[in-house]
């Protein structure tokens, strides 16, 4: 029996089909595995490689971790914004399931109605957002034993913040007590009533916020009796204006035990100025004054604070928008990476820039006895302005400024071990004579003699090593400087700068929390095309331009077409004459013609603006494949060729 010949076509496609079915089960197979999930990544500012900090936290887990991740996939509502950010999240989790070894693992649910999955998802707090009448989940809950940290929505806006939230509820979740962070300032950080009646009540500063659910803050107030360094692990002093030296002194105690200080004083807050009704005469805010300092201990500590003047830096200056327009503002300070001189810092190295309010300036004394390491300075341009001139952006500022060649630091850090800023003890007790101790009565025991309580032992020199963190501004952290307003309207913190990173960066640090610092102020992984956009802003200018020509001229035309129109109905004239009637047609039709004209140009410009994005699109598809496909010749060619030689 004949056999039916196979052609080497028929041969050649079986091939190929076979090659395609390997290839695929071999990719599937693979993306099972912990090797599947790993790449490599080369983006510029490496948007896919999670921080050391979030390693650090899925490397010390030593607890199971399920991270319950609620997903609407299978409806046909979800926005394509939304869809292009689930694939982010899920590789994301994809990466924290493969670096964790096994101790996080994910569930994928998706909530739809009347499910248990949709249950589940109420049962975590989530309960989804309403989009195009649909009730769409984008949220996660971090459980770990009896304790569960929610993410109620997965905004894309809120991108740069991503890995930073995750990183941590799970620390949140792993971490049984949370350290304890003492506050005391002089301005009301956690809200309070209303000024008048009918107003609202004043809401937490959103740091103060975000500070509790990260720590536990115990408010100490202007006027604490202790501060036990046992108890507080890092005493925060936000603004300690008209502090007393009585505090100061339980401050200095306090520091001498090892324990850490972060310190925010200014010049001229902006914030205490709107609290007492904006009124920059009265210098006061509400009975808080617009300065602080701690004139004692800062002496002690080998540095100096200006407070009666504000600090300008031309080098760094803002543009703001003033009544008059915008102008650039010498005392509103964007510090970028260069003013930041320690790069290999967990506190500074990942922040793009900062943003301080007329702040004052540290300078560098003798007679501290510790290590002092600049984090944030200005440059040898600076100098110091009047503060009420600055607090109006005087723009003749600018001019007047004296520079005194010194670059002032803005952001410190003080470690070692600490001398006494009060040798002669505590404040109001150094000049009381030790109490004599009483003779016995005739008849009277010594047993029965009662004897004067001792008194208090007060350190002298540190115990052990203690650190401070020093800032020159307050304002920097109030909700209007460092969020998005817009981002604030709709329920959501995102940071309008690095300000709030600084500050938590510096209270990771001090927390022994270093994980989380790395995970911050992470960048955008959507890029803007800003070829693109530059060739279309150009071209938007060149036709704006045309089309606002000819919408005067539209304008002209109809106020003259009112005019006669007027005179008409004026009573004075009933009948226009033939020269008024043309006047009007023609103007008619000069209006009807300048509005088609109007029509075609925008018309154009979306011609040109599509036709753009589709040559773009189209490059960006087939470019790719007709190189592979090069490629793929080059090499059959290459190898038909050898192998016809041989």
């Given at each position: 029996m004949a056999h039916k010949p196979t052609y080497p076509v028929t041969r050649a496609a079986f091939g190929v089909a076979a090659l395609v079915a390997i290839v695929i089960l071999a990719n599937w197979l693979i993306s099972l595995t912990p090797l599947g999930n790993r790449g490599h990544d080369f983006t510029e500012n490496k948007n896919h490689t999670l921080s050391d900090g979030t390693r650090a936290i899925l490397k010390d887990l030593d607890t199971q971790v399920v991270i319950r991740y609620y997903a609407s996939r299978s409806t046909n509502y979800m926005p394509e914004q939304l869809k292009l950010h689930m694939r982010r999240v899920d590789d994301l989790l994809k990466e924290y399931a493969s670096l964790s070894g096994g101790r996080l693992r994910i569930e994928n649910l998706d909530p739809e109605p009347d499910t248990?999955?949709?249950?589940?998802?109420?049962?975590?707090?989530?309960?989804?957002?309403?989009?195009?009448?649909?009730?769409?989940?984008?949220?996660?809950?971090?459980?770990?034993?009896?304790?569960?940290?929610?993410i109620p929505f997965l905004e894309p806006r809120d991108e740069t913040m991503l890995e930073y939230n995750l990183s941590k509820a799970i620390a949140e979740v792993t971490t049984p007590v949370k350290p304890v962070i003492g506050v005391m300032s002089a301005l009301d950080l956690k809200g309070g009533p209303a000024m008048m009646q009918g107003q609202r009540p004043s809401p937490p500063w959103v740091f103060y916020q975000q500070l509790k659910q990260s720590f536990e803050v115990k408010d100490l107030g202007m006027t604490p009796p202790a501060i036990d360094p046992k108890e507080i692990k890092v005493l925060l002093l936000f603004h300690p204006a008209g502090i007393t030296p009585e505090v100061e002194f339980l401050v200095d105690q306090y520091l001498l035990g090892g324990g850490t200080v972060v310190v925010a004083v200014d010049a001229f807050s902006i914030t205490a100025q709107m609290a007492g009704g904006g009124n920059p005469m009265m210098g006061m805010g509400g009975g808080v004054p617009t300065t602080s300092t701690l004139?004692?201990?800062?002496?002690a500590w080998g540095v100096s604070f200006e407070s009666g003047q504000t600090l300008a830096d031309p080098a760094y200056k803002t543009k703001m928008n003033t009544r008059n327009g915008a102008a650039d503002a010498i005392t509103v300070l964007t510090l970028p990476q260069a003013a930041m001189p320690q790069k290999d810092n967990v506190v500074t190295k990942d922040l793009s820039s900062i943003m301080l309010l007329l702040p004052g300036g540290f300078t560098k004394t003798s007679g501290g006895g510790v290590d002092i390491n600049t984090l944030v300075r200005s440059t040898t341009g600076a100098g110091f302005v009047d503060s009420m001139q600055a607090s109006r952006l005087d723009p003749s500022?600018?001019?007047?400024?004296?520079?005194?060649?010194?670059?002032?630091?803005?952001?410190?850090?003080?470690?070692?071990?600490?001398?006494?800023?009060?040798?002669?003890?505590?404040?109001?007790?150094?000049?009381?004579?030790?109490?004599?101790?009483?003779?016995?009565?005739i008849g009277q025991l010594p047993a029965e003699i009662k004897k004067p309580e001792p008194k208090p032992v007060w350190l002298k020199a540190g115990t052990a090593p203690g650190n401070v963190f020093l800032i020159a501004d307050v304002d920097a952290f109030h909700d209007q400087f460092a969020y998005n307003p817009q981002m604030l309207q709709l329920g959501m913190a995102s940071p309008a700068n690095g300000n709030a990173s600084l500050l938590f960066n510096l209270l990771d640090q001090a927390t022994g929390s270093k994980y989380l610092i790395g995970s911050r102020s992470r960048a955008a992984v959507r890029r803007p095309f800003t070829v693109i956009q530059e060739m279309e802003t150009d071209f938007d200018k060149e036709v704006g331009d045309k089309i606002t020509k000819f919408q005067k001229e539209v304008d002209a035309t109809n106020q003259k077409l009112s005019e006669l129109q007027a005179q008409r109905s004026s009573g004075a004239d009933l009948h226009l004459t033939p020269e008024q009637e043309a006047e009007i047609k023609k103007l008619r039709e000069v209006s009807v013609d300048n509005r088609r004209k109007i029509r075609e140009m925008e018309k154009d410009l979306r011609r040109q603006k599509d036709g753009l994005t589709g040559r773009i699109t189209l490059a960006n598809v087939v470019i790719m494949p007709v190189i592979v496909i090069l490629v793929g010749l080059g090499l059959f060619i290459a190898r038909r060729s050898a192998t016809r030689a041989r």
């Open positions: 248990d999955a949709e249950d589940s998802a109420n049962l975590d707090g989530i309960s989804g957002q309403r989009i195009d009448d649909e009730n769409l989940y984008f949220g996660l809950a971090v459980n770990c034993l009896d304790r569960t940290a929610v004139p004692t201990l800062f002496g500022l600018a001019m007047t400024l004296k520079s005194t060649g010194t670059a002032y630091d803005l952001v410190s850090h003080l470690h070692g071990t600490f001398k006494t800023a009060f040798p002669n003890g505590k404040p109001g007790e150094e000049s009381k004579p030790e109490p004599e101790e009483k003779k016995p009565e």
